[in-house]
C-alpha cells in the first residue's frame, strides 16, 4: 500500500482531543439515601457500568471518525502486485501493434491502425521520462528499444499493414523477450488490437505464456481500437477445377462470398469475373448477382472456356462499398496447355482392354467436339519395343502379359526423363517369375507373390486419408462415395516392397491396392487389379461401373491418375501472401538467363538464383495480386506467371470475448480492454501507483459519523 500525501498520517494524533473532553466532562456521581440502600446500591453499580459502556463506544466512534479522516486525506492505494508503486519511476514499454489487413476496417473516416497510432502517439507523452520505447508490430522483423520518444513517434507515424501478418500471440512473445533485455524493473506491455479472434490464436499461446513467465512482474494493458458491429462483405479465396488445363478444357471458378452486418440486415451484391490480356488489362468475363443476409456465405461459380495457350490470370471482385477493401478482391492464375497424349498399352485385343480407361479419358462426345484433355493412343504390347515414346506425356500398362526386358527398359528411361506410367495388374501376368525379372523391378514396387481373393465381394477400395493428389478430388464429397459398390475380388500381393515405394490407396481391410514409386524424374503407379475388366462372371473387380452401374468414381480416379502421371498436379501457382512461389521453367531453363519478377502495381525487381534445376523460387510474394516471370527475347522467351492472395483468417472481423482472450493469456493477468484514453490512464494509474481508497474510506466515515450522532443523541437525552 502506498501513499499520496503520507504526511498527513500525523493528523491521526488529534484522537486525543475527544479523550481529553470525555475526562473534563465526565459527570460525577450524585448521592441519594434510601430506605432499601441495597437495592440502590445495585442499581448504581448498573448505572455506572451502563454510563463506562456508552462513554467507551462514544470515544471510539469519534477516534474512528478523526483517524479515518486523516487517512482519506493521506491519499491511501492498494497495488495488486509485487512490485513499489510510483507514478514518476521509469517504465521499460513496448508498444503491439496488430498490422494485419483488418486494421484497414474503417469507421469514421479513421482505419483501425489510425486510431491506434493516435492513441499510441498520446500514450507515449504521458509515459515517466527515461522511460524506454520500444515498437514492434505483426508484420515482424527484430525489435529493439529506441534511442528515445520522437524516434519511437517516427516508428509509429510509419506503421503500415501487412498481407502475412503473424498474430498477436507471436508478437506478444517477441515484446516479452525484449522486456527481458531492459534492466528497469517496471516493465509494461501496450497491445493495440481490434480484438478479433483471428489476432489471438491458442496455437502459440504456451509459448507466450513461457516468454511472459522469464519476468518478474509485467503490466500489460489492451486497447481496443475495434468496431462493436462491423459492416463487411467478402470474398473467399478462389478455388479452380484446375490449375493446369487443356486448350479443349473449360476453367471453373469457384469462390464464396458473405456478409458481415448487424444481426437482420440483408443486402444484395455483384460479385464480377475478369481475365487479363496480354497487356495485362482486364476483359469482364462473367457476372453474378447474390442475395446475402447477415452471417451467411454463399458459394459463386464462374464458367470460362476456350482459353488461350499460356499462362492465364483473372481478377473477381465484389461490388459495393463496405469498411474492408482488402478482401473485396482475390487473384488467380493458371497455365492453359495442348491435350496431353496418353498411350494405352494392352494385349491382344488392345482396344477391348482400353475400353473403359479410354472412355473415362476422352469420351466420344468430348473427343468429336475437341474437348478432351487427353488424346489417347490404343497400341498392341507386342510393339512396344519398337514403338518410339517421346510424343506421350504418360503410357498405361492395362493388364499386361509378360513384356520383353527391353520393353521394361524403354518404359523405365521414359519415367526417368520426368514422365508417368501406369501399371494396372490382372490376370494376364501368368507366372510370377516373368515379373520378377531386374527391368521390371525396376518399376513395380515389389515382386508380385500371390493372387489375393476376395469371392463375397465385401471387398473394396477404401482411403484413409485424400491427401495425396491422387485422392484429392475425393476429399469434398469423401463421406458420399459408395466404395462398397464397387468391389475388388481379385488382387495381386506382393512381396518385400522395394525402398521408395509407397501405398496410396488400400482396400477395407488394410491390404494395399495402390502403389507408388517415383524413378528418376518422373513416377510409376502400380495397382494391384486391372482396370480393364467387363462386369462378368470372370471379373477381377467392377470398379469400371459397379454394381449400381454408376462410373462417377471409375471416371474421377482415371482422371486424377492421369494428371498425376502427366504432372499436372504438380504445378501450383496460387499462393497466400507470403508463401515462396516454385515455378517449373521446363526445358526453356538456362543457368545463364536473367529472370525478372514483375509485382502488383508495376514493380519489377531481378530475381536471383540458378534455375538450372528446372525451377525457380520467388520469395517475395508480401503484396495481394498477380506476379509474372519473365525472361529471354523473342525466339526464346519465357513467360510464366502466379498468383498471391490474401488468407481468410487475416480479414476475419468476428471479435474475441474476454474470456477467450484470457485464455490465451492464462496464468497472467492484463487490464481490462481500454477503448479511451481516460480510461486507458486510469487502468495505467491503477496499476502503477495502486487503486485509491479515497472514495471508500470516506463512506465509512460517514457510516461512522452516523453511529457517533445516534449514539450520542440517545445517551444525553437519557442523561437528561
Known amino acids: 500500500m502506498t501513499f499520496v500525501n503520507a504526511s498527513l498520517l500525523a493528523g491521526a494524533a488529534m484522537v486525543v482531543l475527544p479523550i481529553i473532553l470525555h475526562l473534563i466532562m465526565r459527570r460525577k456521581p450524585r448521592f441519594f439515601e434510601f430506605p432499601a440502600l441495597r437495592w440502590v446500591q445495585q442499581r448504581h453499580e448498573t448505572n455506572q457500568r451502563r454510563l463506562r459502556l456508552r462513554h467507551l463506544l462514544l470515544l471510539m466512534l469519534r477516534a474512528a471518525a478523526i483517524c479515518l479522516l486523516a487517512f482519506a486525506l493521506s491519499g491511501p492505494r492498494v497495488r495488486f502486485g509485487s512490485g513499489v508503486g510510483s507514478r514518476e519511476a521509469p517504465v521499460a514499454a513496448v508498444l503491439v501493434f496488430d498490422t494485419s489487413p483488418r486494421m484497414q476496417y474503417r469507421q469514421g473516416n479513421q482505419t483501425r491502425l489510425e486510431a491506434a497510432r493516435e492513441m499510441a502517439v498520446w500514450l507515449l507523452g504521458q509515459l515517466p521520462t527515461d522511460s524506454q520505447v520500444a515498437v514492434v508490430d505483426s508484420r515482424g522483423g527484430p525489435g529493439a528499444f529506441h534511442a528515445d520518444i520522437l524516434t519511437a513517434r517516427q516508428r509509429i507515424d510509419r506503421l503500415e499493414t501487412a498481407p502475412a501478418a503473424r498474430s498477436l500471440t507471436e508478437t506478444v512473445e517477441e515484446a516479452a523477450q525484449l522486456l527481458k533485455q531492459s534492466e528497469l524493473d517496471r516493465k509494461e506491455v501496450y497491445v493495440f488490437t481490434d480484438q478479433t479472434r483471428a489476432a489471438w490464436p491458442t496455437a502459440a499461446a504456451s509459448r507466450m505464456q513461457a516468454r511472459l513467465a522469464d519476468l518478474r512482474d509485467v503490466g500489460i494493458y489492451l486497447i481496443d481500437v475495434g468496431v462493436d458491429q462491423p459492416t463487411n462483405s467478402f470474398l473467399g479465396l478462389p478455388r479452380l477445377s484446375a490449375q493446369v488445363m487443356s486448350t479443349t478444357g473449360s476453367l471453373v471458378v469457384y469462390t464464396e462470398v458473405g456478409l458481415v452486418s448487424p444481426a437482420g440486415s440483408a443486402e444484395t451484391r455483384a460479385v464480377e469475373l475478369y481475365l487479363l490480356d496480354e497487356q495485362g488489362q482486364p476483359r469482364r468475363a462473367g457476372v453474378e448477382t447474390v442475395e446475402l443476409k447477415s452471417g451467411e456465405t454463399r458459394q459463386v461459380e464462374f464458367r470460362v472456356g476456350s482459353l488461350p495457350l499460356g499462362v492465364q490470370q483473372g481478377v473477381i471482385r465484389v461490388l459495393g462499398q463496405d469498411g474492408l477493401p482488402a478482401d473485396d478482391e482475390r487473384f488467380f492464375t493458371v497455365s492453359v496447355q495442348k491435350p496431353w497424349s496418353l498411350l494405352l498399352v494392352g494385349p491382344v485385343p488392345a482396344d477391348e482392354h482400353a475400353y473403359f480407361v479410354r472412355n473415362a479419358l476422352a469420351p466420344d462426345t468430348a473427343r468429336l467436339r475437341g474437348q478432351s484433355?487427353?488424346?489417347?493412343?490404343?497400341?498392341?504390347?507386342?510393339?512396344?519395343?519398337?514403338?518410339?515414346?517421346?510424343?506421350?506425356?504418360?503410357?498405361?500398362?492395362?493388364?499386361?502379359?509378360?513384356?520383353?526386358?527391353?520393353?521394361?527398359?524403354?518404359?523405365?528411361?521414359?519415367?526417368?526423363?520426368?514422365?508417368?506410367?501406369?501399371?494396372?495388374?490382372?490376370?494376364?501376368?501368368?507366372?510370377?517369375?516373368?515379373?520378377?525379372?531386374?527391368?521390371?523391378?525396376?518399376?513395380?514396387?515389389?515382386?508380385?507373390?500371390?493372387?489375393?481373393?476376395?469371392?463375397?465381394?465385401?471387398?473394396?477400395?477404401?482411403?484413409?486419408?485424400?491427401?495425396?493428389?491422387?485422392?484429392?478430388?475425393?476429399?469434398?464429397?469423401?463421406?458420399?462415395?459408395?466404395?462398397?459398390?464397387?468391389?475388388?475380388?481379385?488382387?495381386?500381393?506382393?512381396?518385400?516392397?522395394?525402398?521408395?515405394?509407397?501405398?496410396?490407396?488400400?482396400?477395407?481391410?488394410?491390404?494395399?491396392?495402390?502403389?507408388?514409386?517415383?524413378?528418376?524424374?518422373?513416377?510409376?503407379?502400380?495397382?494391384?487389379?486391372?482396370?480393364?475388366?467387363?462386369?462378368?462372371?470372370?471379373?477381377?473387380?467392377?470398379?469400371?461401373?459397379?454394381?449400381?452401374?454408376?462410373?462417377?468414381?471409375?471416371?474421377?480416379?482415371?482422371?486424377?491418375?492421369?494428371?498425376?502421371?502427366?504432372?499436372?498436379?504438380?504445378?501450383?501457382?496460387?499462393?497466400?501472401?507470403?508463401?515462396?512461389?516454385?515455378?517449373?521453367?521446363?526445358?526453356?531453363?538456362?543457368?545463364?538467363?536473367?529472370?525478372?519478377?514483375?509485382?502488383?502495381?508495376?514493380?519489377?525487381?531481378?530475381?536471383?538464383?540458378?534455375?538450372?534445376?528446372?525451377?525457380?523460387?520467388?520469395?517475395?510474394?508480401?503484396?495481394?495480386?498477380?506476379?509474372?516471370?519473365?525472361?529471354?527475347?523473342?525466339?526464346?522467351?519465357?513467360?510464366?506467371?502466379?498468383?498471391?492472395?490474401?488468407?481468410?483468417?487475416?480479414?476475419?472481423?468476428?471479435?474475441?470475448?474476454?474470456?477467450?482472450?484470457?485464455?490465451?493469456?492464462?496464468?497472467?493477468?492484463?487490464?481490462?480492454?481500454?477503448?479511451?484514453?481516460?480510461?486507458?490512464?486510469?487502468?495505467?494509474?491503477?496499476?502503477?501507483?495502486?487503486?485509491?481508497?479515497?472514495?471508500?474510506?470516506?463512506?465509512?466515515?460517514?457510516?461512522?459519523?452516523?453511529?457517533?450522532?445516534?449514539?450520542?443523541?440517545?445517551?444525553?437525552?437519557?442523561?437528561?
Open 373 to 720: 484433355r487427353f488424346v489417347c493412343t490404343v497400341l498392341d504390347q507386342r510393339r512396344l519395343v519398337e514403338h518410339d515414346l517421346k510424343p506421350y506425356s504418360s503410357v498405361w500398362l492395362l493388364d499386361p502379359s509378360p513384356l520383353d526386358p527391353a520393353a521394361w527398359k524403354n518404359l523405365a528411361d521414359f519415367a526417368s526423363e520426368g514422365r508417368g506410367v501406369g501399371i494396372f495388374l490382372g490376370r494376364n501376368v501368368g507366372r510370377v517369375d516373368s515379373f520378377a525379372g531386374t527391368a521390371a523391378l525396376e518399376l513395380l514396387p515389389g515382386k508380385p507373390s500371390l493372387q489375393a481373393r476376395r469371392p463375397d465381394g465385401d471387398f473394396y477400395l477404401a482411403p484413409r486419408d485424400y491427401e495425396h493428389p491422387v485422392l484429392a478430388v475425393f476429399r469434398p464429397v469423401a463421406g458420399s462415395v459408395p466404395w462398397q459398390a464397387f468391389p475388388v475380388f481379385r488382387f495381386w500381393q506382393f512381396e518385400e516392397l522395394a525402398p521408395n515405394a509407397t501405398v496410396i490407396l488400400a482396400g477395407n481391410d488394410g491390404s494395399p491396392l495402390l502403389y507408388e514409386r517415383p524413378l528418376g524424374a518422373g513416377r510409376v503407379l502400380t495397382l494391384a487389379t486391372p482396370l480393364s475388366d467387363r462386369p462378368d462372371a470372370k471379373a477381377w473387380n467392377l470398379l469400371p461401373v459397379g454394381v449400381i452401374d454408376n462410373a462417377a468414381p471409375f471416371v474421377m480416379l482415371c482422371h486424377q491418375m492421369a494428371e498425376y502421371l502427366v504432372g499436372a498436379t504438380d504445378e501450383l501457382f496460387n499462393y497466400t501472401c507470403g508463401q515462396t512461389a516454385v515455378l517449373n521453367l521446363g526445358p526453356a531453363a538456362q543457368p545463364r538467363r536473367g529472370f525478372l519478377l514483375i509485382a502488383p502495381g508495376d514493380l519489377r525487381m531481378p530475381l536471383s538464383g540458378d534455375p538450372s534445376g528446372g525451377r525457380i523460387a520467388v520469395s517475395a510474394t508480401e503484396q495481394p495480386g498477380n506476379y509474372r516471370v519473365v525472361a529471354g527475347g523473342s525466339d526464346d522467351a519465357v513467360e510464366l506467371g502466379f498468383s498471391a492472395n490474401i488468407a481468410s483468417e487475416q480479414t476475419e472481423l468476428d471479435r474475441a470475448t474476454i474470456d477467450e482472450i484470457r485464455e490465451v493469456f492464462g496464468p497472467f493477468s492484463f487490464r481490462p480492454p481500454a477503448r479511451s484514453r481516460e480510461q486507458l490512464e486510469r487502468e495505467v494509474s491503477s496499476n502503477r501507483v495502486g487503486r485509491e481508497l479515497f472514495g471508500l474510506i470516506l463512506v465509512v466515515l460517514a457510516a461512522v459519523l452516523a453511529a457517533e450522532y445516534l449514539t450520542a443523541n440517545r445517551f444525553y437525552r437519557d442523561a437528561e
